[in-house]
T-cell receptor, first 111, second 113 residues
């Protein structure tokens, strides 16, 4: 089954404790992105990647890091999480200028 | 600044009615306009999309109308059903190789039985 998977689905952590949210796709897509969704703000792009080792900032990259060492994986790293990063996070993948397929989401709470 | 403005924020219609959601943009470099549908607890899923060289695209009960000169596009849901109750996002993609998708803030649609 073609899909984007994210782990963990739910995470509660404390300020300053480094965490990684994993994202994997099995569709051989070149493009992968991370978004955060907040009430009243919609979906905002954090980072995107056009291929292995090629990443670029989205609209809200501050406080986040990404890496793309393999085509199928695109982890999101929060080196020192803060409460304002409490949000619902989505990973997505696509072929060039095609449909973006979203994962099921990761609900992160930073205390 | 918000690049894609979406309205209304919420919408309630009766079963069988027409739901209309509007979006406006400023950046003329946008050249692909998808709509995504999101059910509670799920990720968004592509519903329908249009390119600016087409004024209308229809897929079943869902229609996108596109007005290039006004820089506006809208989603029409005909014969709305309770199963259409979801949050709808319009979005825009910039030409030139970037996959930077810009979303509107979303419209929560409720279709009453």
């Amino acid at each position: 089954e073609a899909q984007v998977t994210q782990n963990p689905r739910y995470l509660i952590t404390v300020t300053g404790k480094k965490l990684t949210v994993t994202c994997s796709q099995n569709m051989n897509h070149e493009y992968m992105s991370w978004y955060r969704q907040d009430p009243g703000l919609g979906l905002r792009q954090i980072y995107y990647s056009m291929n292995v080792e090629v990443t670029d900032k989205g609209d809200v990259p501050e406080g986040y890091k990404v890496s793309r060492k393999e085509k199928r994986n695109f982890p999101l790293i929060l080196e020192s999480p803060s409460p304002n990063q409490t949000s619902l996070y989505f990973c997505a993948s696509s072929v060039y200028r095609g449909t973006q397929y979203f994962g099921p989401g990761t609900r992160l709470t930073v205390l | 600044q918000q690049q894609v403005k979406q309205s209304p924020q919420s919408l309630i219609v009766q079963k069988g009615g027409i739901s209309i959601i509007n979006c406006a943009y400023e950046n003329t470099a946008f050249d692909y306009f998808p709509w995504y549908q999101q059910f509670p607890g799920k990720g968004p899923a592509l519903l329908i999309a249009i390119r600016p060289d087409v004024s209308e695209k229809k897929e079943g009960r869902f229609t996108i109308s596109f007005n290039k000169s006004a820089k506006q596009f809208s989603l029409h849901i005909m014969d709305s059903q309770p199963g259409d109750s979801a949050t709808y996002f319009c979005a825009a993609l910039t030409q030139g190789g970037s996959e930077k998708l810009v979303f509107g803030k979303g419209t929560k649609l409720t279709v009453n039985p």
